[in-house]
């Protein structure tokens, strides 16, 4: 049995890795909550809906004595913090998966002209591995850290992976439109997040500069053999709490009909638990991933332009966040992958 | 193991069944999928929350057949459309959840002046036994015929109960004003279930003549010793697709406060798996169990007119449907009450 | 042409008054508008629906000047602010119309019991008049200082009081169960109006305690010829922005129809301008009366147990409080009590 | 006064209309309502938000007298039976204002490639005027026969025709990405508008195929002087009942900024009244043209990619549909073209 520790568990990331685990069967086991706002307060008065399920309370952390409590740690923070704290856990010997973005990006550069901060601890970066496991999965069971790719960008990547895999897409013109609930912007209560704000209400955000965007360009980068992959990315808020979904436009550069290229995706995807690609003539929609950890993929071919509409739908708290994170941990420590994960989406 | 057929299981209450027993840990195994409307296509085709869960196809209901292909039989079929097949499957021998209202009073009359039709089988409704645990466990156990109880009533019986068999309260004049989502009027899309007819709106349907009005008052009566309980029902529609919250009104006789009676609630549920009694100042809110089995009861006192407001929080496709079959099957079959339903709601 | 003033434009109220004037006839011009939180800042930049429509900036208030600048002012602040600001305003001669709770209560007592606050003009409390044109016209018309009433009280009282003026309803047990809206929480972001916590929800709150009860009773007592009305008062949220239904619950003294019942309100309501009675079988939405000074009212005679359940519909930011500024200020200045107000609510 | 006859009045773009016209201040009368479904039934029983302004019955649709009746005609019913209608009335003299598709497109292969129908009045189709004031104002003056264009294409063409006016960007290249609310679909429900079906789902549909693709094709090849320009247009549908947000991807064939390209657009529709151009870092959002006839725009350069990525917002039954109907009828009868539109979004 793993003896997991949560670093923030409060938050939604954190609360639904809680929701999660209640699933599994048994190997990883929370052993520890942490939480900066509500220590000292029992889990279940602050998260309604575990009521009966933890009547423990949150703990302030105690970075030196983690290593007697738990085997592993989940950093469940902000970026900025999760670095200022994984020197120090990793020192310890015990293995991280962080949700943050400190270590998702390659290099210190890159991380430091999107995110507009120093990177305090770049010299373990080149040893993050990406928590992909559609890509990773091999480095992941291996991993000492790996850092939880960002929602979006988990969308995205697995919408545009087996084209550009492939070789078939122009790499200079991909276009990655996002649609996203409002749970991605967590649990803090902000003029954006106001309910009158975001009912009957769609708007476009941070076009040009969202931080999710060289993530999602390093990735399909890698999976290009390295040639630079340059994708214009618009992260939209539509009311509801969870979902995305990323429509992502590819121009091919021979002819395909959407039958072929669905082929390509179906063999790509093949032997992946939680990736499901929807037949021809058949879209995803976020409501049949919801509160699960399922990618469904779709695409069409518009012979006319000769582009692929590619999309990809999540639940951005199960896929795209807690999920992956079950996903992850129980590759690192030799459970069955799925163990946890194989709950339906929530419809109607 | 035993093997469970599911007659109508395309629709709201089925698929939730579905989806629910995706967590069971074994012992009910979905043996059958019957479907007037999909006979023929595959399950996760038309249910794309279950892709990759149950790849078979929805079969034409042969009632002849039923025995040789299961143990037990849920009817998820409309009222009316029930009676015509139960005696049957009661006279293959085999045991019935039945989610329809059509063996949940206990006499013929009440039920064709409520219903406006003919109760074709009118002499196995006394050996039925109305599905709520928190009532006739016991009696659930050695059943034949389980009438699974309706989404309303569960909510007001749960919320009254304990008061009403305490003899607090006066039993002429209470009020149960129910706010219920949308799913709980079915999967066929009508004018009241147009998604521009009901985002942004509330309103009251049915005063006085709703159906589930005698099945509130026949079992508050029966709690009551058979004192006639009389109840104001008024159900509302609001915008979102599950989740009921019943707001009870009940007179005291005699004075009492909040955490007085939040006592008798928590003495009366002590040993139910799944009702939460809330501590005062904390109300039931339907997200915290949604797409669970819970339900979640609260009250406050309002001195100032001797008045209980006490209310309940229900998924009404969870405990007011399908999670109530699950535990009523894990009852009758003799598995642990709460196999495949220690899920936590889904927040946020 | 009248000159209006708007102190705290940029808050709901305030925005929705706005809204609402950009449609009067011409005779109240906007001539002020304040906001302590974007003074300097232009009004359309602030509220984007108002884009062209007033490009001047929100100001800073000063009290000193104000009769220079206006002929009324509308006070859109909160309650003990209002209260700040009324007795020098009314000093300078202007007509005022409060959007807050400082003076709706006839004496100081019974405010500081539900407000837990002191009064400091108590003095001026019996000059004010109760902004209900439906039962006050008169008095409004000639009044200095109208209190607009809260937008629950609105509900409650418009569906209570023709069977209460009748004397046909016992007065020591009324129940008014109110589902509302989010905005009446007003713009700024909280937890309780934080985008995920309020979809998919309907949760009680403020049980007992709510401060439009002593309102309710105040209005609803002077109806019965101050034979003293106990209302019980449960506020709901339910997930729309704007809107509220109040179900009324109340027991006849005398047997009456449906249809006996309605007349009353047809009656009592005949020449009102914004009240709907609506015909039997015929229940209240809020989406008929979203964006509109629309009160819709209907009701059902549950004969069972002799209770009418009365309901009103109203939009809370339209009758609730700018539309209901919008027809106190046609009274107050003569102009037609309509003027801006005739517009339908939007529907789908 | 001009008497305008409604055609099909009962819908959502019909009865919108209805509400619009509300507002008119006099010169456009509404003197006949029909409706094939509700004929007989009175327009405020059907139409529960026009109680009190419309007291009047809808009626059946009688081509031979519509000139004795009115002076206009507005067809607010599907395509196909809006061309079995035109050429009869307008033989009787009458100034036709047509919801549908069928005389937007120039040519009648075009129309029969996407509407996989026959047109049977192709040779009305040359005099036929696309109702976009924003391009065609003079000749919608002096039109017999106006079609109303599509939401979308409103949508996508303002929000790309400045840059396309200018020449500088890629006509080849042109993606529209569009959200949009579920009123598009009418009021007939459907299974793809049944409230839980929609709510907290996000999907695309008709990909490739959707009929407003030639719609815009045409109009922004008019603009780019014939030159033709091709557009991958996928919708999407989002959890909201009114609203449309296009975002429009095109390449730049010279670098510019963010403010230069907004210089053009602000150039561009300098004198049109219902048409707003945010300022740079402002997006459109679908709320604040809820209920209204204007349409914002707003653009950011994504220079990494020499990408503009420009966005209109659009109430779908405003300026989408009933708005920009009172438009055209305003420009036609020689009315204030902003009269009865001056109307605020309803913001919250």
């Known amino acids: 049995m793993i003896k997991v520790g949560i670093v923030g568990a409060s938050g939604y990331s954190g609360s639904e890795l809680l929701r ?31 009521r009966g399920f933890l009547s423990s309370a949150f703990e302030p952390l105690d970075l030196d004595s983690l290593k007697e409590r738990v085997d592993a740690v989940v950093l469940a923070v902000p970026h900025k913090v999760a670095m200022s704290f994984v020197p120090q856990i990793l020192a310890q010997g015990l293995r991280i998966v962080d949700f943050s973005a ?28 990406y928590g992909l496991p559609e890509r990773y999965r091999a480095k992941i069971r291996d991993a000492q850290l790996v850092a ?8 995205a990547i697995l919408a545009a992976m087996p084209l550009v895999a492939q070789g078939v897409v122009e790499l200079d013109s991909i276009i990655v439109d996002s649609k996203s609930g409002i749970s991605g912007a967590g649990p803090k209560p902000r003029e954006n997040t106001h309910y009158p704000n975001r009912e009957s209400n769609v ?55 959407t039958q072929e290229t669905l082929d390509i995706y179906s063999g790509f995807y093949e032997h992946e638990p939680f990736v499901r690609v929807l037949p021809s003539n058949t879209y995803p929609e976020t409501k049949a991933v ?23 739908a999540i639940d951005n708290l199960g896929k795209g966040a807690a999920g992956a994170v079950v996903q992850n941990l129980n590759l690192m420590f030799g459970f069955n992958e799925t163990d946890g994960l194989k709950v339906p989406g929530m419809m109607p």
């Open 203 to 257: 708007a476009a955000y941070n076009i040009g500069v969202h931080r999710h965007t060289p993530e999602i360009e390093q990735e399909l980068s890698a999976v290009a053999s390295e040639t630079p992959v340059r994708v214009t990315f618009t992260p939209h808020l539509v009311p509801m709490t969870r979902g995305i979904l990323s429509t992502v436009y590819m121009r091919l550069t021979e002819e395909m009909s």
């Open 20 to 50: 999660f685990l209640a699933n599994h069967s048994g190997g990883l086991q929370v052993a520890l909550c942490t939480s900066e706002t509500y220590a000292g307060q029992c889990i279940d008065t602050v998260l309604p809906n575990l």
């Open 102 to 129: 400190d270590y998702r990006l390659g290099d210190a550069e890159t991380y430091e002209a999107w995110y507009h901060a120093e990177h305090t601890s770049a010299e373990l970066m080149p040893q993050a591995i």
């Open 148 to 155: 939880n790719p960002g929602c979006y960008p988990t969308s």
């Open 290 to 312: 919801l509160g699960s950890n399922y990618c469904d993929v779709g695409l069409e071919v518009d012979t006319r332009t000769r582009r692929v509409v590619a999309m990809a």
